[in-house]
């Protein structure tokens, strides 16, 4: 049975040894923190006395590779898939704009849904209708040096367009401004959403903490499979001879019975162990303010703001979380002023409804997700391991995607099916 050592717990790691150990591999995951899941993880919050997320991390029916992988660690259940395509853009300053899908066959359903959309004129319909029309037969080639931006000024979007649905939505998919955003990276986030069936557009909440939907499952699938999860244990050295690892170093162990190498942490991390490459990502924070309330005063899962700090608000069962995405501008202010920000736009978003200072946790993520800008997206394509037995996953590793859940998970089920198919070859 071929051996294989995984370092990092994050979700490309924790996806790359759960493929790996599904096909018969014997696998020791390495982790240096005592929890699972990178950025993605949950926990108890004594103020609030609730399970929280470290911040709320938007999901879509798109996302197949994750859907694929939570299906087969047994917790695909714990999420709310909505049935149809249902956003609501609140303006408090104007029109609100919705967009619904009807339940007929795709794609006419979408077609239907910004034919019927509220909050925009006609004209803006039709500009609407015409570029999604112009994405299947659009070439991902001649995007490679454009920003959104300059891509749907050359589209002839309209402003109000613009500033009230492209930029809500890729901030909302890339974490970053249309002026930063790689076309080209954007172009391959729409077809993800739109061009690959009816299924592509529709949210995904989870019901639960996401440590009980991604990090103990996998842990369990993982332990059941006889293999192992090291926690605290820090991986200080790694040794090459003849373009080969040999030797792994942790603050616990030496290890140097293993076949193959896969590295899932991050790419700072990884540089400082093993000089792979030179890339140089700017990130984007995300601010996250978890509300304690009585969620049955509203009547969706999830609501989006346009003209307003706060971007997005997700209704859970005992609580509320209110994001900001690429949050530069507020990323500075001390907690009692982000309390005091979001305060006073949930109580003029949502008048008559209670908040209150003392039911509110902030969380900050300075460095949530890399900036997946054009220079961004051209270091990454040229991103590749070129030890013999060392693979690299990751979200950064996942070119033509911004840095998602669904960018982790794809790269480390890449690493485990190249090693699988490796292994094939050498048999």
């Not at 409804?353 to 946790?361: D, E, H, P, T």
């Not at 840095?403 to 794809?410: D, H, N, P, W, Y």
Request: charge should be positive.
């Amino acid at each position: 049975m071929k051996k294989v050592l995984v370092i990092g717990g994050g979700l490309a790691g924790l996806s790359t040894a759960v493929y790996l150990s599904k096909n018969n591999f014997n696998v020791t995951l390495l982790e240096a923190s005592p929890k699972l899941g990178g950025r993605t993880y949950s926990f108890f919050d004594k103020e609030l006395g609730l399970e929280i997320d470290n911040g709320q991390h938007i999901m879509m029916s798109c996302y197949r590779a994750t859907l694929d992988f939570l299906d087969l660690i047994g917790s695909k259940e714990k999420l709310y898939i909505e049935d149809k395509l249902d956003l609501l853009f609140i303006n408090p300053a104007n029109n609100n704009v919705k967009i619904k899908s009807f339940g007929i066959f795709y794609p006419f359903d979408l077609l239907v849904g910004l034919l019927f959309a509220k909050g925009i004129t006609l004209l803006e319909k039709y500009k609407l209708k015409i570029f999604f029309v112009k994405l299947i037969f659009q070439k991902e080639s001649n995007l490679h040096s454009l920003t959104v931006f300059e891509w749907l000024k050359i589209n002839r979007q309209p402003e109000n367009l613009i500033n009230n649905f492209w930029s809500v939505l890729v901030i909302g998919t890339m974490n970053t401004t249309i002026e930063k955003a790689s076309a080209r990276t954007f172009f391959s986030v729409l077809k993800n959403i739109f061009l690959k069936g009816g299924n592509g557009y529709k949210m995904v909440i989870p019901n639960t903490g996401l440590s009980k939907i991604f990090c103990e499952p996998a842990e369990n699938f993982i332990s059941e499979h006889n293999c192992k999860i090291l926690k605290s244990e820090k991986v200080e050295k790694i040794i090459t001879e003849q373009n080969k690892v040999v030797q792994v170093h942790t603050n616990k162990n030496h290890y140097t019975d293993f076949d193959y190498l896969i590295s899932a942490i991050p790419y700072n991390s990884l540089n400082n162990l093993l000089e792979i490459t030179k890339i140089d990502f700017q990130f984007s924070p995300i601010i996250t303010v978890h509300v304690k309330m009585d969620t049955s005063e509203f009547d969706r899962k999830h609501y989006a703001f346009l003209n307003s700090p706060v971007h997005w608000v997700f209704v859970h069962h005992n609580h509320i979380s209110c994001v900001t995405s690429s949050a530069e501008k507020l990323v500075d202010l001390s907690e009692v002023e982000l309390k005091n920000t979001f305060l006073s736009e949930l109580r003029k978003i949502f008048p008559g409804k209670n908040f209150y200072l003392n039911s509110m946790k902030v969380i900050k993520e300075k460095r949530a997700t890399f900036i997946p800008s054009v220079q961004n997206e051209k270091q990454r394509i040229k991103m590749k391991s070129t030890i013999q037995n060392l693979f690299i996953a990751g979200d950064w590793v996942t070119p033509n995607l911004p840095s998602t859940i669904e960018g982790a998970i794809l790269s480390g089920i890449n690493a485990a099916f190249n090693i699988v198919k490796l292994k094939n070859k050498t048999t």
